[in-house]
């Protein structure tokens, strides 16, 4: 079983700062792209921003120059910065990760919970 556990969301004022913290764990082998998406009431969910084992990013046009996204591969590990947010940033924020959970098992992309971020204009 593979489990992603997302942590630090809550209420931000406008122009301020939160940071969002995710973990994958269980049955592990290895760990490619992780990855923060969201979802806002009557829209669809969207990335916000992925990153590569190797450090590779891509963010989503909305965020870019405001969010940073980070991994420790070793800790299996992403986090997400994010500065200056927007009301419009307002929805809840998943985590994904994609997973091989043994040498010879398919890949699969895991999803957490959600965890939901409020900014305050």
């Known amino acids: 079983q593979v489990q992603v556990v997302e942590s630090g969301g809550g209420l931000v004022q406008a122009g301020g700062s939160l940071r969002l913290s995710c973990v994958a764990f269980?049955?592990?082998?290895?760990?490619?792209?992780m990855g923060w998406y969201r979802q806002s009431p009557g829209k669809e969910r969207e990335l916000v921003a992925r990153?590569?084992?190797?450090?590779?990013?891509k963010y989503g046009d909305s965020v870019k120059g405001r969010f940073t996204i980070s991994r420790d591969n070793a800790k299996n590990t992403v986090n997400l910065q994010m500065d200056n947010p927007k009301f419009e940033d307002t929805a809840v924020y998943y985590c994904?990760?994609?997973?091989?959970?043994?040498?010879?098992?398919?890949?699969?992309?895991?999803w957490g919970q959600g965890t939901p971020v409020t900014v305050s204009s």
């Open positions: 994904s990760a994609n997973v091989r959970p043994t040498p010879t098992a398919q890949w699969g992309v895991y």
């Open positions: 269980g049955s592990i082998f290895t760990i490619a792209d």
């Open positions: 990153i590569s084992v190797g450090g590779d990013t």
